[in-house]
């Protein structure tokens, strides 16, 4: 192997969580691959959700949505947004139904239908609260009607509506029933101008879990889909995801210091006796979050040992205090780690990176850089989230 650092993605513990949230949530669900899969890669994990039983795959872009439609997978998809002069013609050919959050946006899309000569299928948002995509207040009833009249006139279907929740995961934000009500009041204009759509949707992976009015006909699951517990590594863990990116990497250099030695830029950080300090060959462009210095632990040597100083571009550095550590050594930088977090040691997660750089775990996951080789281990059983030891 040549790569300086692989994230491993088992395809058997994406399989898992669909099947574990399909269990809890007892609805259909949609495969949010956008971000290349949370940097998963899209297609293989669409793959997998698809033929553990998800019925649906949610992208954000036309070139995601058309990249999943390029590798053959026919099954249904939403992808939700666009430039108002998006090319939305190739969208209604690839049979991609379009989420639609302004009535710019509709006449456009029934403009593409009505010179590719096929009807849109499209799918309403509305804005319940996030104040991000959708359609709040006037703008609601607006594009409700327009797309009423376009299906009347035959250009549009509208197959479904839906919205996404602020707060599902914590509190502090407009609050999931306050959403949840505004939500009904939308379901019912819509229907009030004569719209019937199949599909309404509602829930992320956290509302999937836990909110259980939430869930309508589908829910959309990214977190939960790649095995991180959405309510966070202090969360309840009580979901049993199967985290399913392992970051490895290797020892590349190795050193023995005194006392007194400054590590990395700055130097932030000053050894404070005799240890071994270990080089790993990954940095922030490779994903490791600067903002994690002086928290982030990597698992080496059968234990966790602390990254020192500054994370660099390229590069960082371990304290292996004085474990016998010698180059060539595997590192696990984060994978399935153990229930009981970092004090009971185990493999670090991601939800443990995310907590030490002050950020989620999907920018964590986004973030993991084109340099790091992906490695895809088909149709093997899930890794168990407690009790890893490092083969
Ligand atoms: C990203 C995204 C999701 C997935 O959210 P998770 O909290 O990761 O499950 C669902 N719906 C929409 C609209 C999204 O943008």
Redesign the pocket.
């Known amino acids: 192997m040549s790569a300086l650092a692989e994230a491993e993605v088992a395809l058997a513990a994406v399989a898992a969580n669909v099947d574990t949230v399909t269990a809890v949530a007892g609805t259909d669900l949609?495969a949010?691959v956008?971000?290349d899969g949370?940097g998963h890669g899209a297609v293989p994990v669409a793959r997998a959700a698809l033929a553990a039983g998800a019925g649906w795959l949610?992208v954000?872009s036309t070139a995601e949505a058309l990249a999943l439609r390029a590798a053959g997978l026919t099954a249904p998809v939403l992808s939700?947004?666009h430039r108002p002069d998006d090319d939305f013609g190739r969208l209604i050919a690839a049979d991609v139904d379009i989420?639609v959050s302004t009535v710019p946006h509709l006449h456009a899309i029934a403009e593409a239908a009505g010179r590719s000569g096929r009807p849109a299928t499209v799918q309403l948002?509305a804005d319940t609260g996030l104040s991000r995509?959708g359609a709040a207040g006037h703008d609601w009833p607006d594009l409700v009607s327009w797309a009423r009249k376009y299906e009347v006139e035959g250009g549009v279907r509208v197959h479904g509506v839906?919205s996404?929740?602020a707060d599902?995961?914590t509190s502090g934000g407009p609050g999931v029933d306050r959403q949840l009500a505004v939500f009904e009041e939308a379901l019912g204009i819509a229907r009030r101008v004569g719209l019937r759509p199949d599909l309404v949707h509602l829930?992320?992976?956290?509302?999937?879990l836990a909110a259980p009015a939430t869930r309508y006909d589908l829910?959309?699951?990214?977190?939960?889909?790649?095995g991180?517990d959405?309510f966070g590594a202090a969360g309840p863990g009580a979901y049993r995801l199967s985290a399913a990116m392992t970051l490895r990497s290797t020892v590349v250099n190795v050193k023995r210091v005194p006392a007194g030695t400054g590590v990395s830029y700055g130097p932030d950080h000053v050894t404070g006796r005799p240890t071994t300090l270990v080089l790993l060959p990954l940095g922030y462009a490779d994903g490791l979050p600067r903002t994690a210095e002086g928290r982030a632990e990597v698992w080496l040597g059968g234990t966790r040992r602390p990254v020192v100083g500054r994370i660099a571009m390229d590069q960082c550095v371990v304290d292996a205090g004085d474990l016998p550590v010698a180059v060539g050594d595997p590192v696990v930088v984060f994978g399935p780690g153990s229930d009981a977090g970092a004090t009971a040691g185990g493999w670090p997660t991601v939800a443990e990176w995310a907590a030490w750089a002050g950020t989620s775990p999907?920018e964590i996951l986004t973030g993991i850089g084109a340099r790091v080789v992906r490695r895809y281990r088909p149709g093997e059983p899930a890794i168990p989230r407690v009790g890893v030891a490092l083969p």
């Not at 829910?219 to 790649?226: F, N, S």
């Open positions: 949609m949010v956008k971000a949370f949610g954000t939700w947004l989420g948002k995509n839906w996404h929740l599902a995961e829930a992320n992976s956290a509302a999937a829910c959309r699951i990214g977190l939960a889909l790649y991180v959405p999907h």
